[in-house]
Antibody
Framework: QVHLVESGGGVVQPGRSLRLSCAASGFTFSSFALHWVRQAPGKGLEWVAVISSDGSNEYYADSVKGRFTISRDNSKNTLFLQTNSLRAEDTAIYYCARVYSSGWSYAFDTWGQGTTVTVSS | DTQMTQSPSSLSASVGDRVTITCRAS??????LAWYQQKPGKVPKLLIYTASTLQSGVPSRFSGSGSGTDFTLTISSLQPEDVATYYC?????????FGPGTKVDFK
């Protein structure tokens, strides 16, 4: 069974950093592009970043570009999101998501349960 | 970047009603359009991809149509378990933008 489990969220002061992780199981991790999506309290879904299956390509939403870095370790079936210079508006549930086929342009068929990041002084 | 809009932002309907949600892209995205359902306090769930393909396990009362810039999600007969927020998303290229969502509840 395909499974994604996020971790690493918490309460952090503005300007600080957090590293989020997403552990995958039940599929060939190195064959799929992966995404981070976030949802601020009471708000809609916001796409954050994507990384290709081999880690050679990545893309970011303008709202996080230059502050967040997506990466993956295919030997450990784990996706990461390094979040730096955190702001109050980064407060959200962060989900990792897998696309439904090999490649870049596919919908997200599997989502983790999310990890909550709260940026507050 | 391509912007995604949805209408209405919310709607109230009765059990058995036919419900239609519209999604519009500011540029042609061909059929690279997905619909997700998010129930309160739950994780988003993929309903439809490539604009009209039903994800495995999704009830047949859900259907999608459209291509290019205009898309529709239809629930043919609304059921109590369909109370949720529905999001469209473009995925032809980055950024993989979501629409603002349509909240569906009962009258």
């Amino acid at each position: 069974q395909v499974h994604l489990v996020e971790s690493g969220g918490g309460v952090v002061q503005p300007g600080r950093s957090l590293r989020l992780s997403c552990a995958a199981s039940g599929f060939t991790f190195s064959s799929f592009a992966l995404h981070w999506v976030r949802q601020a309290p009471g708000k809609g879904l916001e796409w954050v970043a994507v990384i290709s299956s081999d880690g050679s390509n990545e893309y970011y939403a303008d709202s996080v570009k230059g502050r967040f870095t997506i990466s993956r370790d295919n030997s450990k079936n784990t996706l990461f999101l390094q979040t730096n210079s955190l702001r109050a508006e980064d407060t959200a549930i962060y989900y990792c998501a897998r696309v439904y086929s090999s490649g870049w342009s596919y919908a997200f068929d599997t989502w983790g349960q999310g990890t909550t990041v709260t940026v507050s002084s | 970047d391509t912007q995604m809009t949805q209408s209405p932002s919310s709607l109230s309907a009765s059990v058995g009603d036919r419900v239609t949600i519209t999604c519009r892209a500011s540029q042609d995205i061909r059929n690279y359009l997905a619909w997700y359902q998010q129930k309160p306090g739950k994780v988003p769930k993929l309903l439809i991809y490539t604009a009209s393909t039903l994800q495995s396990g999704v009830p047949s009362r859900f259907s999608g149509s459209g291509s290019g810039t205009d898309f529709t999600l239809t629930i043919s007969s609304l059921q109590p378990e369909d109370v949720a927020t529905y999001y469209c998303q473009k995925y032809n290229s980055a950024p993989f933008t979501f629409g603002p969502g349509t909240k569906v509840d009962f009258k």
